[in-house]
T-cell receptor
Framework: AQTVTQSQPEMSVQEAETVTLSCTYDTSESNYYLFWYKQPPSRQMILVIRQEAYKQQNATENRFSVNFQKAAKSFSLKISDSQLGDTAMYFCAFMKAGSGNTPLVFGKGTRLSVIA | NAGVTQTPKFQVLKTGQSMTLQCAQDMNHEYMSWYRQDPGMGLRLIHYSVGAGITDQGEVPNGYNVSRSTTEDFPLRLLSAAPSQTSVYFC????????????FGSGTRLTVV
């Protein structure tokens, strides 16, 4: 079974600064996908970024980028130029690659507060 | 295009009562799933379905039943509610292909007293 660990229950960052959220995972699979989801106070789950394990290049989406270290089973999220709207719960998630879609396995989340 | 619709958004039940949480999607997604979210626990998979007539258990299935008679709907039934089932429930759907992303509903906050 796969497990996802987020070791930082809460973090805070000053507006316009950079923050990195940590995520490690455990799996025996060689092909899989990793995700970061954002959950603002509205409760909606929003996909932030996604990484395919077979791609060595780190994914980026505007101010969001990841540091994917496959050998270390690490998948951290870097948020640059933090904005007040980035305040949310952030979940790291793992999905095994199969012939079709497979369930997401989530970490326990990191609550990020952006301070003005 | 409504996406994934969950009803109700809030519900209070008494211990022992039964109810059904509704989930409907209009994107012709084959894959649908139910998660529960508890403080400090992240989201945990309850049940999922890869198509009409096919369901399977996730990590925390006890106390919940599901069925999938149509592609669009995937209701979650609580047969005899317990306080331990107090949680926020999310339905998610996707195409049944490995590169498909998930679409989440807005969640149902359930309180069992």
């Amino acid at each position: 079974a796969q497990t996802v660990t987020q070791s930082q229950p809460e973090m805070s960052v000053q507006e316009a600064e950079t923050v990195t959220l940590s995520c490690t995972y455990d799996t025996s699979e060689s092909n899989y996908y990793l995700f970061w989801y954002k959950q603002p106070p509205s409760r909606q789950m929003i996909l932030v970024i996604r990484q395919e394990a077979y791609k060595q290049q780190n994914a980026t989406e505007n101010r969001f980028s990841v540091n994917f270290q496959k050998a270390a089973k690490s998948f951290s999220l870097k948020i640059s130029d933090s904005q007040l709207g980035d305040t949310a719960m952030y979940f790291c998630a793992f999905m095994k690659a199969g012939s079709g879609n497979t369930p997401l396995v989530f970490g326990k989340g990191t609550r990020l507060s952006v301070i003005a | 295009n409504a996406g994934v619709t969950q009803t109700p958004k809030f519900q209070v039940l008494k211990t022992g009562q039964s109810m059904t949480l509704q989930c409907a999607q209009d994107m012709n997604h084959e894959y649908m799933s139910w998660y529960r979210q508890d403080p400090g626990m992240g989201l945990r998979l309850i049940h999922y379905s890869v198509g009409a007539g096919i369901t399977d258990q996730g990590e925390v299935p006890n106390g919940y039943n599901v069925s999938r008679s149509t592609t669009e709907d995937f209701p979650l039934r609580l047969l005899s509610a317990a306080p331990s089932q107090t949680s926020v429930y999310f339905c998610a759907s996707s195409y049944d292909r490995v590169d498909s992303g998930y679409t989440f509903g807005s969640g149902t906050r359930l309180t069992v007293v």
